[in-house]
């Protein structure tokens, strides 16, 4: 496996990166590369630790997997590469961004943009078999991202974490809210969108205006 990981993450991740457990997922992750066809490519599983470096970490979504259809997955959660068909649960994104910011909806799911602004679009789990679901689940991302979000929450202070669904919340279980906005909604999937338990939610908004409470420039969602 390939860590291609921007300095400012290795540096603090370097512990647990030299764990048994991490060693065991490499291996793993390596020869699943070589085996099989598993996304995203393989120089940008650390993707959203290269483009929201730890010193500019504001915002935090959590994801579970990587999308595992061809040409969609590349690192960041719930985002695609341009020109692939934005899927149901960004698009459900958008049209809350539309309602809360009165955005205008986009018609591509590149979240780059979100990404340079120092929003870490984590999901749980960095990589996945190609049209297997959940393949790579339990062999060890779990344990390394809970330590990212750990370490963002112990060394960081006013990072917005947004916990989308019953998985995000459960992810953020250790967060210290004293010092950190923590937000919760239900999933945007289409079920339980559907069951009303994303739209309304306003993160977006709210995350923008205690960004600017405390001194920071908010994102241009």
């Known amino acids: 496996m390939k860590l291609n990981i921007h300095p400012s993450w290795k540096n603090i991740l370097e512990p647990e990166m030299q764990k048994p457990y991490f060693r065991e997922l490499t291996e793993f992750?390596?020869?699943e590369y070589s085996q099989n066809t598993c996304f995203p490519e393989s120089d940008v599983i650390f993707e959203a630790f290269n483009r929201a470096t730890l010193d500019r970490v504001k915002v935090v979504i959590i994801g579970q997997d990587p999308y595992h259809g061809p040409n969609q997955a590349h690192?960041?959660?719930f985002s695609v590469k341009e020109g692939v068909k934005v899927p149901p649960s960004l698009i459900n994104i958008y049209k809350e961004l539309e309602s809360?910011?009165?955005k205008p909806?986009?018609?591509q799911g590149n979240l780059e943009h979100w990404a340079n602004q120092?929003?870490?679009?984590?999901?749980?789990?960095?990589?996945?078999?190609?049209?297997?679901?959940g393949s790579h689940q339990k062999k060890g991302w779990e344990t390394f991202t809970n330590r990212v979000i750990e370490l963002i929450s112990?060394?960081?202070e006013n990072v917005v974490f947004l916990l989308w669904g019953g998985y995000a919340k459960k992810k953020g279980a250790k967060i210290?809210?004293?010092?950190?906005?923590?937000?919760?909604?239900?999933?945007?999937s289409p079920?339980?969108?559907i069951r009303g338990h994303w739209f309304g939610n306003k993160h977006f908004s709210k995350t923008n205006e205690y960004l600017i409470e405390n001194g920071m420039e908010p994102i241009d969602w």
């Not at 210290?176 to 945007?188: E, R």
């Open 29 to 31: 992750i390596s020869a």
């Open 75 to 77: 690192g960041l959660c």
């Open 100 to 102: 809360d910011l009165d």
């Open 105 to 107: 909806f986009k018609p």
């Open 118 to 133: 120092g929003v870490l679009l984590l999901n749980a789990v960095l990589t996945v078999r190609a049209n297997s679901a």
């Open 154 to 156: 112990e060394n960081k």
């Open 176 to 188: 210290d809210s004293s010092k950190h906005l923590v937000l919760t909604a239900g999933h945007p």
């Open 191 to 193: 079920l339980s969108a």
